[in-house]
């Protein structure tokens, strides 16, 4: 059973599970078996199909996402991306740093800006930017021991 028939026959056994019956699911006929994973592929794929949202319906709050970039990671034969990241803002200002002993040393000086972030290395504003997004998948459940 590959990884995608294992979703599949998870959510056919538990679209089962929701509707009264009187048999447990491992008794049911193979023919109405396939009728409920047809009806689970169905409604993956609904699923799947509207999981993605554009852009600009994503929180800017900083809250972790899954971002989609059509343009790939800028290497030859990229088609598109796929990565974890959030919206950033930097309000700018100057940074000092000082020595031990609080001696000025330097300072950096920022403009203000703000923009999705991806948390494995960046995007580039020119030709790499997201324009789709997804909420994070829920961890696994933990497994019941028995």
Not at 53 to 66: E, F, M, R, Y
Not at 97 to 108: A, K, N, S, T
């Amino acid at each position: 059973m590959t990884h995608d028939e294992k979703i599949v026959e998870a959510v056919a056994r538990a679209m089962y599970r929701g509707v009264p019956r009187n048999k447990p699911w491992d008794l049911l006929s193979p023919e109405f078996i396939e009728q409920y994973r047809k009806i689970a592929r169905a409604a993956i794929t609904a699923f799947q199909a509207e999981a993605w949202q554009d852009i600009s319906t994503a929180p800017k709050d900083g809250t972790p996402v899954l971002l989609y970039c059509p343009q790939g990671d800028g290497n030859l034969g990229s088609t598109f991306r796929v990565t974890e990241g959030s919206w950033y803002t930097d309000e700018g200002g100057t940074t000092e740093y000082r020595d031990e002993g609080g001696r000025w040393i330097g300072q950096d000086d920022r403009d203000y800006w703000e923009g999705w972030i991806s948390f494995d290395g960046g995007f580039s504003e020119d030709t790499m930017m997201p324009t789709r997004w997804m909420p994070k998948p829920l961890p696994p459940a933990p497994k019941a021991t028995p």
